[in-house]
T-cell receptor, first 107, second 112 residues
Framework: AQRVTQPEKLLSVFKGAPVELKCNYS??????LFWYVQYSRQRLQLLLR??SRESIKGFTADLNKGETSFHLKKPFAQEEDSAMYYC?????????FGAGTRLTVKP | DTGVSQDPRHKITKRGQNVTFRCDPI?????LYWYRQTLGQGPEFLTY????????KSRLLSDRFSAERPKGSFSTLEIQRTEQGDSAMYLC??????????FGEGSWLTVV
């Protein structure tokens, strides 16, 4: 079974501080992991995917198969990063999402 | 706008009534997904289509729910005999197989 766990519902940091949003997954096969973001009053959109190995808006995420984790990191948070962040796993066919973490970046 | 579009955006219905939501995917996207999202939760998978074939259905999709994609383009999600527990955001998404999934803005359902 595919399962995604985001242990923190809320995360609050000050502007300029590092931020890490945690994501753990459970899947017996070879997973494909994603981070989606939803800004206020906007639709859910892709932030990054692990196979791309890219940095988007200063965010990076590394797939750690040993720890079954795909944590999202940014060294210096900005106020415009405040949003809901969802970790997602694509297994055989469909995409499964975690419950999400609401990130608030305070000035 | 060539993104995924959903209609209606908001629906308020009385318990026991039937409701239907429509999704128009991005053209040429052969995969179409339906998700449900309630407050404080991430999107929960309901079902998906590849072209007109419905390939997987979640156990969340009770027999009161039915989804179709008759010509492999737009899709409809119908809920019969609505219950208060059906109140949620119903999200549609589309993709080309194996690629990025793009979401619509969702259809809010409130059952009173």
């Amino acid at each position: 079974a595919q399962r995604v766990t985001q242990p923190e519902k809320l995360l609050s940091v000050f502007k300029g501080a590092p931020v890490e949003l945690k994501c753990n997954y459970s899947y017996s096969g070879s997973p494909e992991l994603f981070w989606y973001v939803q800004y206020s009053r906007q639709r859910l959109q892709l932030l990054l995917r692990h196979i791309s190995r890219e940095s988007i808006k200063g965010f990076t995420a590394d797939l750690n198969k040993g720890e079954t984790s795909f944590h999202l990191k940014k060294p210096f948070a900005q106020e415009e990063d405040s949003a809901m962040y969802y970790c997602a796993l694509r297994g055989d066919n469909d995409m499964r999402f975690g419950a999400g973490t609401r990130l608030t970046v305070k000035p | 706008d060539t993104g995924v579009s959903q209609d209606p955006r908001h629906k308020i219905t009385k318990r026991g009534q039937n409701v239907t939501f429509r999704c128009d995917p991005i053209s040429e996207h052969n995969r179409l997904y339906w998700y449900r999202q309630t407050l404080g939760q991430g999107p929960e998978f309901l079902t998906y289509f590849q072209n007109e074939a419905q390939l997987e259905k979640s156990r969340l999709l009770s027999d009161r729910f039915s989804a179709e994609r008759p010509k492999g383009s737009f899709s409809t999600l119908e809920i019969q005999r609505t219950e208060q527990g059906d109140s949620a955001m119903y999200l549609c998404a589309s993709s080309v197989r194996g690629n990025t999934i793009y979401f619509g803005e969702g259809s809010w359902l409130t059952v009173v």
